[in-house]
């Protein structure tokens, strides 16, 4: 189950399903050992089937003692962390910011922004004492990062909010090697965007169909940007399907 000592070891957040399981069996793929990571076990062993270098790691990213005790786990399995992709999220509540609860707000930031802090702080800190040391942390931003949609507050608020995150852990990641990156993500298919092809509420009001493309190339970019040698690093991505309304008006 932990694969060869000499492979590089990867930890996908919200890895039972969607992006998560896209980039955890790319990883796989490659030949990293991958500790997949998420609420519930069940996906997440699908997620890494009977695949040798695959680690089940339930995990609430919200509960900063079971962020702890699942990096150990971690440690204690695969002996270092050398990528983190902080995937876990939540679209958060639909509504306009008069619309929005106070309960579901904090859910939102909890799972999109407070979970990864506490999974950044984690590998950071075995990063920086692991030898060879360093590391990468990939951060899952969204399109929303960049252009909110309507109704959308809470979710758009806390990925602006991994962009601040993500410049400050580069910056104080640099003395030890570690680099962290984003990637805004549009549209990829998956459970979540399935509606789109019946349509979207657009910044007009209006719904339109909009276009999506295949999660497995997530799973390629973010690769990708893992593999990078430690001298380069990719600081923001941003990967969208073909077409849709992002670019311009339409």
Known sequence: ??????????????????????????FLGAGYRVAACGRRPEPLAETVGDH???????MDVTDAAA???????????FGRIDVLFNNAGWFGPAGSVDEISLDDWNACVAVNL????????????????QRPGGGKIINNGSISAHTPRPRSA??????????GLTKSIELDGRPYQISCGQIDIGNAATAMTGRMAQGTLQADGELRPEPTFDVAEVGRVV???????????INSLVITAAGMPFIGRG
């Open 67 to 77: 962020v702890t005790a699942g990096f150990d786990r971690i440690r204690s399995a």
């Open 223 to 233: 690769l990708a940007m893992a593999e990078l040698p430690p001298e380069a690093t």
């Open 1 to 26: 189950m932990t694969g060869e000592a000499g492979s590089k070891v990867a930890v996908i957040t919200g890895a039972g399903s969607g992006i998560g399981r896209a980039v955890a069996q790319a």
């Open 114 to 129: 407070t979970g990864a802090m506490l999974c950044a702080a984690a590998a950071v800190s075995i990063m920086k004492e």
């Open 154 to 163: 809470a979710y758009t608020a806390t990925k602006h909010a991994i962009t």
């Open 52 to 58: 040798e270098h695959g680690l089940v790691v339930p």
